[in-house]
């Protein structure tokens, strides 16, 4: 078996591929569901729906890291890699850890810092910032620049998966499929 046959642990591959869907779902439910009127009975759903994926894509992060930090082979990156991509890499997917928790910390803060409990598909979750009266809109825009600095790297990520498949006919992905 060679370095590239080296695939992640089935358990960091699966726990991956369901945070691809929660982000994705994440980042189709956020701008919907702020763009419709308040009083909206769809706007009450996404909402609710919203907050219990981030919470699961919270979770999913805590998971993760427990199965990297634990696991004893992970694959290393293909040895014709130019060494700015290896720093792109390895800083790319530091950022992304980091923003993988931002993101749904900032947005369980939008909700408690203007007093709306944060509910796990109906069960509701310990308050982890206090209420802010007349906070405003900051917080809430906050959140959304971070998701959209998160969906940045992510494209770059993306982007890098098809420049090593496409045009240096290297398939980085099958580590993680």
Aim: aromatic share 10%.
């Amino acid at each position: 078996m060679t370095i590239q046959d080296i695939k992640y642990p089935v358990s960091l591959r699966a726990v991956h591929w369901l945070m691809t869907a929660g982000f994705g779902l994440l980042f189709v439910t956020g701008p919907v569901m702020v763009d419709l009127a308040k009083d909206d009975p769809l706007r009450a759903i996404l909402m609710n729906l919203h907050k219990s994926i981030g919470v699961l894509v919270l979770v999913f992060v805590g998971l993760r890291l427990f199965i990297r930090l634990r696991a004893s082979v992970l694959p290393e990156l293909p040895a014709e890699f130019e060494q700015w991509e290896r720093e792109l890499a390895h800083y790319a997917h530091r950022f992304l850890y980091v923003l993988m928790l931002v993101v749904p910390l900032s947005g369980w803060a939008v909700s408690d810092l203007h007093g709306r409990p944060v509910k796990l598909f109906g069960l509701v979750l310990p308050k982890l910032f206090p209420t802010i009266e007349g906070i405003g809109a900051t917080p809430g825009f906050v959140h959304t620049v971070i998701a959209y600095a998160a969906l940045a790297v992510i494209a770059l990520h993306l982007a890098g998966i098809l420049k090593h498949r496409y045009l240096d006919r290297q398939c980085v992905l099958k580590r993680m499929i």
